[in-house]
């Protein structure tokens, strides 16, 4: 009967998450070799260090003509200098060879002056400025040194990261083994996408929610299927999960009633099972976190709402120590609440908000729900402010921090 | 001769993009149908209209007993009331039914009273609370009423979207299809990644630079290879790039020198050719922007930080505009620039920085180089500061708007 009263204790989220992760201990993923092109948005496994300097040798910046940089001193468009071309390697004394882009400096050669600094007279240039030595010269190693570290490990990949290794002569290098998640929806009540549901159904959306939410993070989901509120067949997904993938994550039968069959299966599977059910926050107070076999066991709300939040709070930063990537907070701005909402003393509020710029000032309308069921407060906002524990409530032109899933509307320059 | 001495007018940047995109009237492409299982980071061609309720039917929010709110009025701890329990699915006076989260609401009911605040006693429950009408029910189409548009046209899909998309029994929609965007390098200079390179070679790296940054914005590169400073070879790529893409990017040969041939090619090939050339940037001056067929034509520097900002500045609001998507800003910080900076009075600086946080303030430090062919300038950066024309420079502890491209390390909570 006890159960039926609720949770007896909630567990404040930071406590749950150093709880949970102090039990998991995660670490990342071991890695494979990728080629370059199929690279982007990938962890890089280990530090990939230039094997060659870039550039390899010292070469124009500009088009013009190398020069020696002393010949060139004191020369100006009331004093200009003369120098003799060559098409040699190397440069003598009052000599210069026309460059492009790119091209190595003739032997000798210290500086380029560049083409609209000097004026062609027959076989010899009049020059109208002059150039210190190294003057529009990349230096041999001047991005990268042979030996240095060119990308770390850890970092997400992005377009010029690949630049940089492609420029190196890097074709293939380790990154993180995308992290498998196993997904299972469960509830008596569900149906899967296509058919027309009865009267007595509901289409299992939490299954998009999860996989889009992993793919965002280039985890890769996979789905198990709908499974009733039946412990056998429960626990037959969840172990088929902990064979197949790096984590499981069930959505629907964690409350304290009597479906709650997810937290009880977890538990009897294995130690330490569930290390936390139940926690301060909304929505997601009947979160579960669990460990089975080593590997990491989020049992979510069925709500989609309070799905993606215990996702975001839990399930997101564990897949990112998976993955080996240090810190990814959410991008942040400031705002000015644009009304009074309420909090609830004790437990850590997620409000969903529309951020949105009007004359030059950022607001954050609360997209104000009852239920955490209600999908359209998350399509209608485009972040989140936290409401800590310690408050009552946010007041209006209070100044909050929007952690933002999708840009502000309005277009800040 | 005159054009050896550089760009006789260099166009401001705002200015450039308001001349081209005039001149482009750049509109979203056409549709194609999507399986829901595939639109992740797609974009709605058209508004998603809900075909049904959500949720369908009048529905229990919560684990409990289904009753008529007005048979609970006045009940308390201290004051019990009891209801007869049933089965039926019509409730009468003084009549409760057990209904766990999502189930239909019997006939007559209006409310929910949650298992926490019953007491179950032989048929009968014992309340020790009351509700009002409506509570704990989530009312037929509370979410998302049929006709609402449930996703407007123009979104790119997040997971959320689509899982609201799920629970209204969509299972295919249109969006936008991906624009292709032909890439082009040029250079005599230039070697594919996966030789060695001789001496006077280099290694292609801007085409994975811009084809990342196509892909980061789930555009579809299409790349067509290296020419040489060749006007001949140049202007057969570029009519293959218009045949086969809705926008062609080329990078390399257009500097102002006996190299600058793409403008050349390009103004040849047809009306209006080259819209603007040489803009008011660093890096990137020597952009140019042309429009054949009707199609955006992007002449890019060959340098990868100059692309890539150009890139940035030019290709991809236009790329965002053939999708369809209104306004997508870069994430914003705003922080204390740690050093002071140089501008160039009559040009928009582009400053890579890397913002960090410190004891609670964040912080961008600009990171130096001389030259625009520094990869690692952007590898190093997490985001950029624009100085604006008007200013010389820019003062150490001055606040600056970072624009994101990574998140910023520290870890802000």
């Known amino acids: 009967m006890a159960r039926l009263k609720g949770f007896e204790k909630l567990t404040n989220v930071d406590e749950a998450l150093a709880m949970f992760f102090k039990a998991l201990k995660p670490r990342s993923l071991s890695s494979e070799p990728v080629a370059i092109e199929n690279a982007l948005g990938r962890v890089t496994a280990e530090d990939v260090v230039a094997r060659t300097d870039l ?82 010269v990349s230096k041999k190693g001047e991005d990268v040194k042979r030996g240095e570290v060119a990308v770390e490990a850890g970092t997400r990949l992005q377009a010029h990261h690949l630049g940089l290794l492609a420029a190196l002569g890097i074709t293939e290098f380790n990154v993180v083994r995308k992290p498998r998640i196993a997904i299972i929806s469960t509830g008596n009540e569900l149906m899967e996408l296509g058919g027309k549901p009865s009267r007595d159904q509901i289409i299992n959306s939490n299954r998009y929610v999860i996989s889009g939410l992993c793919r965002e993070l280039n985890a890769e989901p996979v789905y198990l299927g709908i499974v009733g509120d039946d412990e056998k067949e429960i626990r037959t997904k969840i172990v088929e999960g902990l064979e197949k993938a790096d984590a499981v994550i069930t959505t629907g039968g964690t409350s304290v009633g009597a479906a709650d069959l997810v937290p009880i299966v977890v538990n009897k599977l294995g130690t330490p099972g569930i290390v936390v059910h139940g926690i301060a926050m909304r929505p997601g107070m009947p979160t579960a976190l669990g460990i089975l076999e080593g590997k990491p066991v989020f049992v979510l709300s069925g709500y989609p709402v309070a799905a993606t939040i215990g ?84 007041e209006k032109g209070e100044n909050v921090t929007v952690h933002l899933f999708s840009p502000v509307a309005g277009g800040r320059k």
């Open 55 to 136: 550039p390899q040798f010292d070469r124009s910046a500009v088009d013009g003509y190398a020069v020696i940089a002393e010949d060139t001193f004191e020369a100006s468009q009331f004093k200009p200098k003369t120098l003799r071309l060559t098409r040699r390697d190397r440069l003598h004394q009052v000599q210069a060879k026309q460059v492009w882009t790119g091209n190595l400096l003739p032997k000798g050669a210290n500086a380029v002056i560049m083409l609209e600094h000097t004026r062609m007279v027959r076989n010899e240039i009049e020059i109208v400025g002059s150039v210190t030595p190294s003057e529009n």
């Open 311 to 394: 996702f975001e709070v839990f399930a997101r930063p564990t897949i990112l120590k998976l993955l080996g990537v240090e810190t990814v907070p959410r991008p942040r701005v400031d705002a000015r609440l644009a009304r009074r909402v309420a909090g609830a003393l004790g437990r850590r509020v997620y409000l969903r908000v529309r951020a949105f710029e009007q004359e030059g000032e950022l607001h954050a309308m609360p997209i104000l729900t009852k239920g955490s069921g209600l999908l359209s407060s998350l399509t209608k906002a485009n972040g989140y402010v936290v409401i800590p524990e310690n408050r009552e409530g946010l």
